[in-house]
């Protein structure tokens, strides 16, 4: 069963940090960029940041959106299958349900089209 699964949500206080991952399984991430999304209460869904897969020089692109430029990291660690969201100085508008998905540079759904059940990050004092 292709899957992908999301863990690492939880409580923490604005200015703490949290750090999600993302695991496939099924398939293989290797050749996919793969993205993490965000949906808060009474909002769209948005793209948050996406990783590229490998390109000829063994090489990966990494895109953010403006909210969280700075703060944000992510990674990949393809023999674990897993993609990972480093979140620092957590602000409370970063609130939401986050998903992981195949992603595009322009911070959209990829092709894939197979999505995680979410992780619940919440950020409050």
């Known amino acids: 069963q292709v899957q992908l699964v999301e863990s690492g949500g939880g409580l923490v206080q604005p200015g703490g940090s949290l750090r999600l991952s993302c695991t496939a399984s099924?398939?293989?991430?290797?050749?996919?960029?793969i993205g993490w999304f965000r949906q808060a209460p009474g909002k769209e869904r948005e793209g948050v940041s996406c990783i590229s897969n490998y390109d000829f020089r063994n090489d990966f692109r990494t895109y953010y959106a403006d909210s969280v430029k700075g703060r944000f990291t992510i990674s990949r660690d393809n023999a674990k299958n897993t993609v990972y969201l480093q979140m620092n100085s957590l602000k409370p508008e970063d609130t939401a349900v986050y998903y992981c998905?195949?992603?595009?540079?322009?911070?959209?759904?990829?092709?894939?089209?197979?999505w995680g059940q979410g992780t619940l990050v919440t950020v409050s004092s």
């Open positions: 998905a195949s992603c595009t540079p322009r911070l959209t759904e990829g092709a894939l089209e197979v």
């Open positions: 099924g398939f293989t991430l290797d050749y996919y960029s």
